[in-house]
């Protein structure tokens, strides 16, 4: 209670702390990324082979714990004083102590990036529930974005939990109030799914996943459906001008799908912290 205390009379306490917590917890949001994709193929795996019949072969544990991290090219376990956030990558120069193959640098940015959120999210809600809920929606923006763009799967694992927590943080009216809440979860999910049948039964193709349409229900429960319109909008215009900028630049062929899941997630990040005043411009206009 008196750390809390001290917390709420000294902000830059109070950012420093959050964003060193941000920090470790972007580390860990980059073994989400790089697991869970694999954890959950692992058991679709072994469910299409109990299906079959087959025996499922033994495996490794593999788990968001076990085994330990590894170099991917020599296979060298990560010490711990090699996995301090950000700092490590720098005292590394960016390759590994054994083989020195170059490490990504996402690895450091997703790190610094919850860190930055972290902080911001201090700065702007204080010491409240809502900056702890603002904390939990951005990391798993974070997650959400960065495993779509490996992979073009948003997880049920994350997806709905997240919807499940916006709501039970608005039980209190913590960013909408409940209702709102609901709307925006249906609402959510019913537009992008309506816009996804449309689409298919206008061209015959798919032009976005059922993970896109939970994303956004996960988005609306968090934030209520008067945010809905601007998540939308924003989500599409950063889409097109991406999009575009990738066929012209980098000669990207039209046919080549691009996730939309991290549209969505900057998108709802915008609408979390400037959410009130975009719409209150937009309406504004008219």
Known sequence: MAFLQLLQTTPWLLITAAVLFGLVVGSFLNVVIHRLPRMLEQGWRAECAELNGNPVPAAETYNLVLPR????HCGHAIRAVENVPVLSYVA????CSACKAAISPRYP??????GALAGYVAWRFGVSAAALGAMLFAW???ALAFIDL??????DNLTLPLLWTGLI???????TDLTSAVIGAAGGYLVLWAVFWAYKLTT???GMGYGDFKLLAAIGAWLGWKMLPLVILLSSFVGAVIGIGLIVLARRGRNVPIPFGPYLALAGLIAL???EQLNRHYLALF
């Open 273 to 275: 912290f400037y959410g």
């Open 169 to 175: 943080f608005n039980i209190g009216a913590t960013f």
């Open 109 to 114: 940015a997703v790190e610094a990036l919850a």
């Open 69 to 72: 991290s590894r170099c991917p």
């Open 140 to 142: 798993a923006m974070i």
């Open 204 to 206: 015959g193709k798919e």
């Open 92 to 95: 590394l120069r960016g390759r």
């Open 150 to 155: 490996d992979t073009f799967y948003l997880p």
